[in-house]
């Protein structure tokens, strides 16, 4: 398989891209992560999140504690139940991310060429001059020369309220730094980057197992988002911690790669975890700018081969604060597309943007215009599946049109009780490219009958139908087993 499989196959004629777009005809196939926060956390703003097209929502516990982000949830679910869209969960460690402590939250300006001192003194209140942050050993990993960025939480590294830093000189615990730029450090929590630079701390922090073990546990998550995953060994240990609680087995981990250090385990990471995360943010200030499209083109080709779920963040920042995304931000998206993602992640956008409904509603409507350009040749792949491996090998290839993944629960036992797989399957569906799951009703028999595949087929069709993937006419190929044999057939559907 060849990623170039997406580029667009025929010259497009001029005048077709006037043509109004058929949105219900094309459903985008890539998925959309939404950062829920300040701006996104009623049940109106996440019921809007849902029908603009969010399938996953991103809780990151970098800000907040645990009953902020329950209240949060509380209201996700809500949002799911008078929607009746599907959402999966996704909790986001905070792992070895430095941070400014700025305890009054006051507004910091920082004047270009000006010096400013960090220090692991916590103590101390921020300062034009002085900004403790929570790390005592940044004056051992630094040099003289080194790139530090501070900024606003989820900062893009381009506005005026974030600041590039070089250091220049080390004296004792402290950092002495020359300003780049002159800035307004705002907002109530400012993240530090050290470009290049290994921060001995571990990748799952004690607080971070605190949260998974309580919050996580609670609330079922169905992705670990493993921040700064800086080797495989980082993946494996988080493994080991999930399978000890519980249903958390069954979650998936996605391995943020945020710095070189992780680009240069990509090989390693991939083979362990479950999904990807090309956390562009972080990245995008520890690469320089010229390569992070090389990184981004390589990483998702190795993610399509491996067939694991690969994500994209950080693609317009600029919506943070306006209603429509810059031409380059626009074709980001699609070109994220066409390299071979499975998702879109927004962050600063919807959490603390002024425009997260229409933020994803355009990033929606990108991702379908790409489908729409890339020549549809049929239109629904039905797939049946109790583990999600199936559904998943056919999202592997790419198919052009979308794949409904119908997961047959399996009825279960831990020796104690009973109970039915198939929930945690067909939610993880809900990031990877193309997959729309739906779960079928545990009372059909689980044997894979004529009878029982007929029964469940029509409710995957009418499912189908409902929700806009499948219509009349339609040519439907479908994946099953009858008996021990794998059949696929295609069927042709009435008016
Ligand atoms: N309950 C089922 N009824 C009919 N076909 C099924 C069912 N579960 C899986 N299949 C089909 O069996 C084959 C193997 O699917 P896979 O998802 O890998 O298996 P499983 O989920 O049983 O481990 C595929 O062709 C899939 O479409
Ligand atoms: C998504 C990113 O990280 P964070 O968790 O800080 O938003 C990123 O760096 O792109
Ligand atoms: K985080
Ligand atoms: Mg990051």
Same mark, same amino acid.
């Given at each position: ?56 929502? /991103? ?147 004690? /607080? ?65 975890? $479950? ?10 200030? $520890? #690469? ?31 919506? !943070? ?76 290839? /790419? ?13 279960? !036992?831990?020796? #104690? ?9 067909? /939610? ?23 009878? !029982? ?43």
């Amino acid at each position: 398989m060849q990623s170039s499989h997406l580029l667009l196959e025929e010259p497009i004629r001029m005048a077709s891209i006037l043509e109004p777009s058929k949105a219900s005809f094309f459903p985008a196939m890539t998925k959309i992560v939404g950062t829920l926060g300040p701006k996104s956390r009623s049940v109106e703003v996440i019921s809007g999140c849902l029908k603009a097209g969010m399938s996953v929502a /991103r809780f990151d516990f970098s800000w907040r504690d645990p009953e902020y982000h329950q209240e949060t949830l509380e209201n996700l679910k809500t949002a799911v139940k008078t929607t009746k869209k599907l959402c999966a969960v996704m909790l986001d460690t905070v792992g070895p991310e430095l941070q400014v402590v700025n305890k009054i939250e006051k507004a910091i300006s920082l004047q270009e060429n000006g010096t400013v001192i960090l220090t692991p003194d916590e103590g101390q209140e921020a300062s034009s001059e002085l900004l403790p942050i929570n790390f005592d050993g940044l004056s051992k990993a630094v040099k003289k020369g080194d790139t530090i960025f501070i900024g606003q939480y989820l900062f893009t590294g381009s506005e005026t309220t974030s600041v590039w830093l070089e250091v220049s000189e080390i004296q004792g615990n402290d950092v002495v730094c020359v300003i780049k730029n002159s800035a307004t450090l705002t907002g109530s929590l400012f993240t530090l980057h050290a470009s290049q630079i290994r921060i001995e701390l571990p990748t799952l922090s004690d /607080r971070d197992k605190e949260v998974i073990s309580s919050w996580g546990v609670k609330n079922k998550i169905d992705f670990l988002s493993l921040s700064y995953t800086r080797h495989a060994e980082d993946v494996r240990h988080a493994r080991e911690f999930l399978s000890k609680l519980g249903d958390l087995s069954q979650t998936q981990i996605f391995a943020k790669i945020e710095n070189i250090e992780g680009l240069n385990h990509f090989d390693e990471i991939l083979q362990e975890a $479950d999904g990807i995360i090309l956390s562009r943010g972080n990245l995008g200030i $520890d #690469l320089p700018p010229e390569k992070v499209f090389l990184f981004q083109k390589a990483a998702l080709y190795k993610c399509n081969m491996a067939g694991k779920p690969a994500v994209v963040t950080r693609v317009v920042d600029s919506m !943070t604060d306006n209603l429509r995304p810059t031409r380059a931000e626009a074709t980001d998206v699609a070109n994220a597309v066409l390299d071979g993602s499975d998702a879109i992640l927004l962050g600063a956008e919807t959490l603390r943007g002024l425009y997260p409904v229409e933020t994803i509603s355009i990033v929606g409507k990108i991702c379908a215009e790409v489908r729409a350009a890339i020549k549809v040749k049929a239109s629904v792949i039905i797939c049946f599946t109790s583990s999600g491996r199936a559904a998943r090998l056919i999202a592997k290839y /790419r198919p052009t049109m979308p794949v409904l993944s119908v997961v047959i629960p399996r009825l279960k !036992t831990n020796q #104690l009780k009973w109970s039915f797989s198939g929930a945690f399957e067909a /939610r993880q569906s809900l990031i990877v490219r193309g997959l729309f799951p739906m779960l079928a009703d545990p009372r059909h028999p689980a044997e894979s009958t004529n009878a !029982t595949n007929e029964s469940v087929l029509k409710v995957a069709l009418d499912h189908g139908k409902a929700s806009g993937v499948v219509k009349s006419q339609d040519r439907v190929v479908v994946c099953q087993k009858v008996g021990d044999a794998s059949v696929v057939k295609i069927i042709e559907l009435e008016d």
